[in-house]
């Protein structure tokens, strides 16, 4: 199931982010990068089901390698330290990061053909969306 996710996703269109951002409590000058950056996700999987997502910008390349299920601590690209988990739940590959008491998730779907990535922290909402690069 996490197969249809293999691949490099080339980054479209950002819907929102900046709420996001706000929302999770990211600095103004930290956002204005985040908001200019389209970042390339790397999504790969070895043999043990070890699941690598990168993300790949000229500002930062980040990188998370997990397993389904097991939680994990991640750094994330606004360096904030998250307990991490990441499930397969009805098709979509969600992040759960929980850091201070607060938690945000990051869902990631495949629809047409494009990888939807939901960015949620409440009520807010950012939606990411990328192609498939050939």
Known sequence: MVEKFVGTWKMIASDNFDDYMKAIGVGFATRQVGNRTKPNLIVTMDDEGTICL????????????????????????????????????????????????????IEREITDGKLIAKCIMGDVIAVRTYVKEA
Request: no cysteine; proline share 2%.
């Open 54 to 105: 990168k993300s790949q910008s000229t500002f930062k390349t980040t990188e998370i390698k997990f397993k389904l299920n097991e939680p994990f601590d991640e750094t994330t690209a606004d360096d904030r330290k998250t307990r991490t988990v990441v499930t397969l739940e009805n098709g979509k590959l969600v992040q759960k990061q929980s850091w201070d008491g607060k938690e945000t998730n």
